[in-house]
T-cell receptor, first 118, second 115 residues
């Protein structure tokens, strides 16, 4: 089965530093997402991306966050100035664009990047 | 607004017992999708099942079964004859089809199956 790939699997950074988390979504997918999970808690939506622009973002996704699809395959999440509370597992996900009532709707997740801010 | 509630934070059972994980959802949309994902100790999120709002048939897959009831807005997940490998956090999720494409997750239920 096709996979969403995330790198790195672990990232340690100092508070105030910039980090870029990288993802390669499944090739024929059109919708891309970032979610995060703070140590064993709920899976929280950050942002969705379609047609080269943000389609929706949560309150968590403030000016310190940005996403980009720099080429035809990569999808990145940048945190400009990391804070201690940004420490979490970050999941990239992708899905096909499905029409209303489609039976193919499903979110494919990558294995996550564990971000630790010291 | 949409919401998913998993009231059971943690459940412990002894191996071979049956266990049901509850999921209650809220939405005004008439077309939506419901999902269950498993998160084993290794941390990845594994898709288990999708249900469309217009298909209320229950589903069985091996030891797993799902009961979807629109009348009570519930989508419960039962594991029959639980095994230690079933130990994980299970998330229920909702995706509506109007105005948003995000998936909304419940807070998860941690299942511990004891040998």
């Amino acid at each position: 089965e096709p996979e969403v790939t995330q790198t790195p699997s672990h990232q340690v950074t100092q508070m105030g530093q910039e980090v870029i988390l990288r993802c390669v979504p499944i090739s024929n997918h059109l919708y891309f997402y970032w979610y995060r999970q703070i140590l064993g808690q709920k899976v929280e939506f950050l942002v969705s991306f379609y047609n080269n622009e943000i389609s929706e973002k949560s309150e968590i996704f403030d000016d310190q966050f940005s996403v980009e699809r720099p080429d035809g395959s990569n999808f990145t999440l940048k945190i400009r100035s990391t804070k201690l509370e940004d420490s979490a597992m970050y999941f990239c996900a992708s899905s096909e664009f499905t029409y209303r009532g489609s039976t193919n709707e499903k979110l494919f997740f990558g294995s996550g990047t564990q971000l630790s801010v010291l | 607004a949409q919401k998913v509630t998993q009231a059971q934070t943690e459940i412990s059972v002894v191996e071979k017992e049956d266990v049901t994980l509850d999921c209650v959802y809220e939405t005004r949309d008439t077309t939506y999708y419901l999902f269950w994902y498993k998160q084993p100790p290794s941390g990845e999120l594994v898709f288990l099942i999708r249900r469309n709002s217009f298909d209320e048939q229950n589903e069985i897959s091996g030891r797993y079964s799902w009961n979807f009831q629109k009348s009570t807005s519930s989508f419960n997940f039962t594991i029959t004859a639980s095994q230690v490998v079933d130990s994980a956090v299970y998330f229920c999720a909702l995706r509506v089809t109007s105005g948003t494409y995000k998936y909304i997750f419940g807070t998860g239920t941690r299942l511990k199956v004891l040998a």
